[in-house]
């Protein structure tokens, strides 16, 4: 008797004991995958097709914008470093007798994500809805609205994109961002300011002359540049909003090369006042603050670590130019590339490991290069034509820079790896481009 | 002799009753106990949507927002502060809509994020606390923003510590509602704090991340995540 109850009583607590287990199933937890070293993947998303959601007629006009600002947005997504745009397949559609793609189709195209976009016309504006769907969950990620004059429909575009970057990745859009570039008019070179993608073009200085290195300050208010205007090269500024020319510096001998600090605040620049091709510090009003090389030799195209703390430049103080580091108060220079015959107008990335150049590479043409900042793991990002005048863009994820390979000189934008090269203009006399930050 | 037996039996269908009663139970936690759900980096189309829950406590210090941004990884153990700042607008006339997700009708039944953080453990999960990673915050439900985190990280990730054998470095992060990063430090040391500080700095490369979504109540996640090389 008594054996059969304390068997039974420990065979109840014992079920008991497991039903309470089973109780707690609903607590869960997570685990991921360990993170392994070179996990790089870019990420998939379809764009769908704008829909008038309205209840009224619309214009052919109306119809079109639908589809640019579909067709930008896809542009946009496709250009972005870390996306890969995945298109909509005919052939799958086709098979599968589909009239409108749903999300179901996306995940089986490969997107990860799908962005959907929902157009109204009140009066004349254009009123863009747009919603981020993770296809593999269903589940709706962010959403949003824009509205403004419907002439205005490229911002609209540039502005859902930047949103579905910052929402996927935590970071600010470069769609609004805008470029500005040397381009020749007759004997001139004259500045023109344009979008990211070389759209909505406008010429800024009217000058006659050769105007060239120009750069965007921070705030997208002026683009400082070398100009001929005067005789002897030297540094300006004009104002982006109506192209108004002032002269921020003034030295015997020329003014070259001038490359605004990541903070903003100083301008390292390549001056002959003293006789010789040296770098030198100046404030944004054009003062010295400091004098940094002191060679016989060219020194020449300086560029900023992001922290302030080191300088990148050309020297041929060995005999053909090669890039050196320097602490940015001028001490404790160091040799940087070996590798490349001629390497000349280094940049620094904004990550601040890598510094990408001009390279005269093994098929004795120039390249972009790029290396990182102990001086190893050179690699040659561009094969064809001559490639010169790189530039990143404020993300510091894309480059931009100019190239032959297409017979004249025109503007070309790639990822920082070299991967997704494209052509911005075709005018075939674009050089010395630079990319500003986000103004608008 | 017979009483015994009669005791016994009605002790058994009793016992039998109550585990057909409690099976119930079970059906809401359609992922059993000890189940791992796995979120693959490098193929997010396998990854289920989890619902973490943290076993213990957590102990979330308050954001200081005005701190520096710069987080020096040379002193994990020291909790930083990011600087906030206002996410930027475009200009054009715009309303942001908060999402409206599957959660949202759960809503009612959510509870604030200190008590569900209060009332759950955190578990590493198996038999070692280096096999994957873990939240804290059991109603962050949102698997593309794992992805999207943890793909930033990976692609941060350049290990140029040479070692002949298996390191494992765990590291705990805490991101706010913005995307930015306001604590992180060495969980579990590797051992050699030069693949310790690669791992680090994979985090501290990576911010800021993904704004956590507008429709999840709390402020803060923490996530524990080892590295390997």
Not at chain 1, 49 to 57: D, I, S, T
Not at chain 2, 84 to 93: G, L, M, N, V
Not at chain 2, 205 to 210: E, H, I, L, M, R
Request: charged letters at 25%.
């Amino acid at each position: 008797m008594k054996r059969t109850s304390i068997l039974s009583l420990i065979l109840f607590i014992l079920l008991i004991c497991i039903s309470n287990v089973n109780a707690q199933s609903e607590i869960r937890n997570i685990f991921f995958d360990t993170i392994r070293a070179g996990d790089v993947r870019l990420t998939p998303i379809g764009v769908d097709e704008m829909k008038y959601v309205g209840n009224q007629f619309i214009t052919a006009d109306d119809s079109s914008i639908m589809r640019w600002v579909s067709n930008i947005v896809r542009k946009d997504i496709d250009f972005y470093a870390n996306f890969k745009l995945v298109p909509l397949d005919s052939f799958f559609i086709k098979v599968y007798e589909i009239a409108e793609i749903d999300l179901l189709g996306w995940k089986r195209l490969g997107a990860d994500y799908m962005v959907k976009l929902d157009a109204e016309f009140p009066g004349t504006n254009l009123s863009a809805r747009w919603k981020l769907f993770d296809t593999n969950t269903s589940q709706e990620i962010a959403k949003g609205k824009f509205e403004y004059n419907k002439v205005y429909w490229r911002e609209i575009a540039h502005n859902i994109a930047d949103e579905i970057v910052h929402t996927l990745t935590g970071e600010a859009g470069i769609f609004r961002s805008k470029i500005v570039y040397a381009k020749e008019v007759g004997d001139a070179k004259e500045l023109f300011i344009a979008d990211f993608d070389g759209a909505n073009e406008r010429q800024l200085t009217k000058t006659g002359s050769i105007n060239i290195s120009p750069f965007f300050t921070h705030d997208g208010k002026y683009v400082y540049f070398t100009s001929f205007m005067d005789g002897d090269p030297q540094l300006y500024k004009a104002k982006v909003e109506n192209g108004k020319i002032e002269r921020v510096a003034t030295y015997p001998g020329l003014i070259a090369a001038p490359a605004l600090s990541y903070d903003g605040n100083k301008i390292a620049c390549v001056m002959t006042k003293d006789g010789n091709s040296e770098i030198y510090v100046l404030g944004l009003n054009g003062k010295v603050i400091k004098r940094l090389t002191n060679h016989r030799s060219i020194d020449s195209s300086p560029s900023w670590s992001p922290n302030g703390d080191h300088i990148v430049f050309s020297s041929d103080r060995t005999g053909r130019p090669q890039l050196y580091i320097m602490d940015s108060d001028g001490m404790d220079t160091r040799r940087l590339t070996y590798e490349g015959s001629y390497n000349d107008s280094p940049v620094w990335s904004k990550r601040g490991d890598r510094i990408t150049f001009v390279s005269r590479s093994k098929r004795g043409r120039f390249d972009i290069a790029s290396i990182d900042t102990s001086g190893n793991d050179y690699r040659v990002l561009t094969r064809n034509g001559t490639n010169e005048n790189p530039h990143f863009s404020s993300d510091g994820k894309h480059l931009i820079y100019s190239s032959t390979r297409l017979g004249g000189k025109d503007l070309y934008t790639m990822d920082i790896t070299g991967r997704n090269q494209r052509r911005l203009t075709r005018s075939g006399n674009c050089t010395n481009p630079s990319w500003g930050a986000v103004a608008r | 002799m017979s009483r015994d037996v009669i005791f016994s039996t009605v002790l058994h269908i009793i016992l039998v009753g109550i585990v057909l009663v409690a099976s119930p139970f079970k059906i809401n936690g359609n992922v059993p106990f000890d189940e791992i759900i796995r979120v693959q980096l490098t193929a997010p189309n396998e990854m289920k949507p989890a619902e973490p829950v943290a076993l213990e406590p957590v102990s979330v210090p308050k954001p200081v927002f005005d701190e520096p941004e710069d987080i020096p990884i040379s002193d994990p153990e020291t909790i930083k502060e990011a600087k906030i700042t206002p996410k930027e607008k475009p200009k054009p006339k715009k309303t942001q809509d908060k999402p409206k997700t599957q959660k949202q009708t759960n809503t009612a039944n959510q509870t604030s994020g200190n008590e569900e953080r209060e009332s759950k453990e955190i578990e590493t999960g198996g038999s070692s606390p280096f096999t994957g990673a873990t939240i804290d915050n059991a109603t962050f439900n949102y698997p593309y923003w794992f992805t999207q985190a943890f793909n930033k990280i990976a692609s941060n990730f350049r290990n140029t510590f040479l070692y002949d054998g298996t390191l494992v470095c765990v590291v705990y992060f805490q991101v706010i509602k913005s995307g930015r990063i306001i604590e992180i430090r060495i969980e579990k040391s590797s051992g050699f704090s030069e693949f310790d500080g690669i791992c680090l700095r994979a985090i501290e490369s990576s911010k800021p991340f993904p704004p956590l979504p507008n429709d999840f109540r709390d402020e803060i996640i923490g996530i524990t995540l080892p590295f390997k090389n």
